[in-house]
T-cell receptor, first 113, second 115 residues
């Protein structure tokens, strides 16, 4: 069975600082991995996804994530945080004939002026 | 514009009063599903549908019903809501099953409070 662990329910960074949101997964088969963002009072928006091929995936708004099979990780990064990045971020995995995404518990990113 | 539309967006209701949350997508997607989001638990799948008249239970189906009579619509029915169904609900759709890696599109969410 697949599962996702997001380390840190809240992450606080200063504007302009590096953003690092951690995601580890477990899967018995090669996974497909996703990061979604939820801005206040809005739905989920896909930031980026890894299916096959290049392990460094670039997404929208300057975010990127690297699939590391040996570490079973898919951490999300952004070199320089912006106030508009404040939101909740969800890592998700799908694999193994599943009709669903399995989500982590989410990480709320706070950006300090 | 590709959209998944849910209604109502916000609802406060009383225990036992039947309600329906509608969901419609304009992308001609075959796969649709419902998730609920609760603090600290992320999103969990309630029900999903692979096509018209084909539905199946997700991880937390108790207390919910669904139907898929048309490809574009996938309503969520709470026959007798209870306070533990207070949650944020998301409808989602995709052209293929989740395990294909294709993007899943989500609606804007429906805040439901049962008192």
């Amino acid at each position: 069975a697949q599962s996702v662990t997001q380390l840190g329910s809240h992450v606080s960074v200063s504007e302009g600082a590096l953003v690092l949101l951690r995601c580890n997964y477990s899967s018995s088969v090669p996974p497909y991995l996703f990061w979604y963002v939820q801005y206040p009072n809005q739905g989920l928006q896909l930031l980026l996804k890894y299916t096959t091929g290049a392990t460094l995936v670039k997404g929208i708004n300057g975010f990127e994530a690297e699939f590391k099979k040996s570490e079973t990780s898919f951490h999300l990064t952004k070199p320089s945080a912006h106030m508009s990045d404040a939101a909740e971020y969800f890592c998700a995995v799908s694999a193994d004939s599943s009709y669903k995404l399995i989500f982590g518990s989410g990480t709320r990113l706070l950006v300090r002026p | 514009e590709a959209q998944v539309t849910q209604n109502p967006r916000y609802l406060i209701t009383v225990t036992g009063k039947k309600l329906t949350v509608t969901c419609s997508q304009n992308m001609n997607h075959e796969y649709m599903s419902w998730y609920r989001q609760d603090p600290g638990l992320g999103l969990r799948q309630i029900y999903y549908s692979m096509n018209v008249e084909v539905t199946d239970k997700g991880d937390v189906p108790e207390g919910y019903k669904v139907s898929r009579k048309e490809k574009r619509n996938f309503p969520l029915i709470l026959e007798s809501p209870s306070p533990n169904q207070t949650s944020l609900y998301f409808c989602a759709s995709s052209s293929t099953a989740a395990y294909s890696g294709n993007t899943i599109y989500f609606g804007e969410g429906s805040w439901l409070t049962v008192v």
